[in-house]
């Protein structure tokens, strides 16, 4: 079976993953810096490095949620 949705874009996975960091930061700013900041929990990279590919961006929503939770 073929998935007929266009692949994400990284703009939009950006704003995607930008708009579920501020959800669980409660403010724009601290998720802006966050998203900018080598991360331990992503191999030091900064979470924004990781978003042009699907499992990085996968590694980034999985930590999000590890935060939130």
Do not use: H
Not at 29 to 47: C, E, Q
Not at 49 to 55: S, V, W
């Amino acid at each position: 079976m073929c998935n007929s949705d266009p692949p994400e874009t990284l703009k939009t996975r950006l704003r995607r993953v930008a708009a579920q960091a501020q959800d669980v930061f409660e403010s724009a700013d601290t998720a802006t810096s966050w998203l900018k900041r080598p991360n331990r929990g992503l191999n030091a990279s900064a979470p924004v490095d990781l978003l042009d590919t699907d499992a990085g961006t996968e590694q980034v929503v999985e930590l999000l949620d590890r935060i939130e939770y």
